[in-house]
């Protein structure tokens, strides 16, 4: 079956400290990754992208995630937390000519003064 | 700017009451979603419209209804709400499938009293 776990449903971390979040995927064809970012009673908003190529990518604010298809895996990092990184993150998966997106549970992320 | 406006931002509903959530783009994309959003959990998708073409997911209950009158507007009507329908409704954007990156609204929150 198809599907994206995000194991640690809560993380604390304080400011200035480094961020890793985890996500594992099921998913039978290749994959296309995705991070995104919810910040409290607003949508999600895309953080970066993985479909092919070098399997680190960059985002926006600051955020790098590394794909590893071996361990099924695409976690996202950030070498140093600022107290806006404070939101759920989502990761998600598809393929190519599907609309269905799938989502992991999240993780909430807060950051300590 | 380019975005995907979702209204209202809160909605109060009855019981059984019909009611519809709306969402404008002006991105001109030709994918629209509705997803639905329960506390700590994934967004779920309940369906997508390409163009005019409706999908629906398997899941989904005959309750939620969708209309895509035009390319900017897609509507979500609940026709009988219950209780457990009580969430957060995401609309979202695409170019196209698979690969591409989803622009969502803010969301509309639905209660149900």
């Known amino acids: 079956a198809q599907s994206v776990t995000q194991p640690d449903i809560h993380i604390t971390v304080s400011e200035g400290a480094s961020l890793e979040l985890r996500c594992n995927y099921s998913?039978?064809?290749?994959?296309?990754l995705f991070w995104y970012v919810q910040s409290p009673g607003q949508g999600l908003q895309l953080l970066l992208k993985?479909?092919?190529?070098?399997?680190l990518v960059q985002g926006i604010k600051g955020f790098e995630a590394e794909f590893k298809r071996s361990q099924s895996s695409f976690n996202l990092r950030k070498p140093s937390v600022h107290w806006s990184d404070a939101a759920e993150y989502f990761c998600?998966?598809?393929?190519?000519?599907?609309?269905?997106?799938?989502f992991g549970t999240g993780t909430r992320l807060k950051v300590l003064a | 700017d380019a975005m995907v406006i979702q209204n209202p931002r809160y909605q109060v509903t009855q019981f059984g009451k019909p009611v519809t959530l709306s969402c404008s783009q002006t991105?001109?994309?030709?994918?629209m979603y509705w997803y639905q959003q329960k506390s700590s959990q994934a967004p779920k998708l309940l369906f997508h419209?390409?163009?005019?073409?409706?999908?629906n997911e398997a899941d989904t209950p005959d309750n939620f209804q969708s209309r895509r009158p035009n390319t900017s507007f897609c509507f979500l009507d609940i026709r009988s709400p219950g209780l457990g329908d009580a969430a957060m409704y995401l609309c979202?954007?695409?170019?196209?499938?698979?690969?591409?990156?989803?622009?969502f609204g803010s969301g509309t929150q639905l209660s149900v009293l």
């Open positions: 998913y039978g064809a290749t994959p296309y």
């Open positions: 993985y479909f092919s190529g070098d399997t």
């Open positions: 979202a954007t695409s170019r196209d499938a698979g690969a591409e990156k989803l622009f």
């Open positions: 998600a998966v598809s393929t190519s000519g599907t609309y269905k997106y799938i």
């Open positions: 991105l001109n994309h030709n994918v």
């Open positions: 419209y390409y163009d005019k073409d409706f999908n």
